[in-house]
């Protein structure tokens, strides 16, 4: 059985520039999350798609956007990218949501 | 006060050892408690899932959940180094459509 897949791995951009992230789902898991993970703040929740509809959301400005397309894939996307972007970028998919996530490999994200 | 709290450690103990990690939370409405374990550059892996209150067993952990403390632990028996990771506690409630709310992860050194 095939794990939730992101793509890339890693990733190096300019400040300014913007940047998408992908991340495939295991198969029949309707529910996709976008979190940032960095040392200093932890996992802090981006936010989750279920059935193509934006469920959940937290606290990131609005240069941080998602969506999810009929087949459940996600793509996340940031513009115009700040030094404090540099991150991992981790996807996670569950079938609902109440019976835990399983979460990609990530996706590292440096901006220089 | 965060909804979650948790000690981020780090806990550095004996191989052999039985450890005890925990976490405590404010909001009674969470109902769905998980337990993650993460290794260094990779995602969270789902070590434990537990529904409502009572203890889980599998294999050398067991999850415990007490709602009228409003406190979970995980044990670990017979530690050995591989189990030198980030520990973190996850929980999530149906009014809030399953959004994890996390601890701070605690970093958990077992010596050989």
């Known amino acids: 059985k095939a794990g939730v897949t992101q793509t890339p791995r890693y990733l190096i951009k300019t400040r300014g520039q913007q940047v998408t992230l992908s991340c495939s789902p295991i198969?029949?898991?309707?529910?996709v999350s976008w979190y940032q993970q960095t040392p200093g703040q932890g996992l802090q929740f981006l936010f989750e798609?279920?059935?193509?509809?934006?469920?959940n959301k937290g606290n990131f400005p609005g240069r941080f956007s998602g969506r999810q397309f009929s087949n459940s894939r996600s793509e996340m996307n940031v513009s115009t990218l700040e030094l404090g972007d540099s991150a991992l970028y981790l996807c996670a998919s569950s079938f609902s949501g109440q019976y835990g996530y399983t979460f990609g490999s990530g996706t590292r994200l440096t901006v220089v | 006060q965060k909804e979650v709290e948790q000690d981020p450690g780090p806990l550095s103990v004996p191989e052999g050892a039985i450890v005890s990690l925990n976490c405590t939370y404010s909001?009674?409405?969470?109902?769905?408690f998980m337990w993650y374990r993460q290794y260094s550059r990779k995602g969270p892996e789902l070590l434990m899932y537990t529904y409502s209150s009572g203890n889980k067993e599998d294999g050398r952990f067991t999850a415990q959940v007490d709602k009228s403390s409003k406190y979970i632990s995980l044990f670990i028996r017979d530690s050995q180094p591989s189990d030198s990771a980030t520990y973190l506690c996850?929980?999530?409630?149906?009014?809030?459509?399953?959004?994890?709310?996390w601890g701070a992860g605690t970093k958990l050194i077992i010596k050989p």
């Open positions: 198969s029949g898991h309707r529910s």
């Open positions: 798609y279920f059935s193509e509809t934006q469920r």
């Open positions: 996850a929980m999530s409630a149906e009014d809030s459509n399953y959004q994890l709310i």
């Open positions: 909001n009674s409405a969470f109902q769905y």
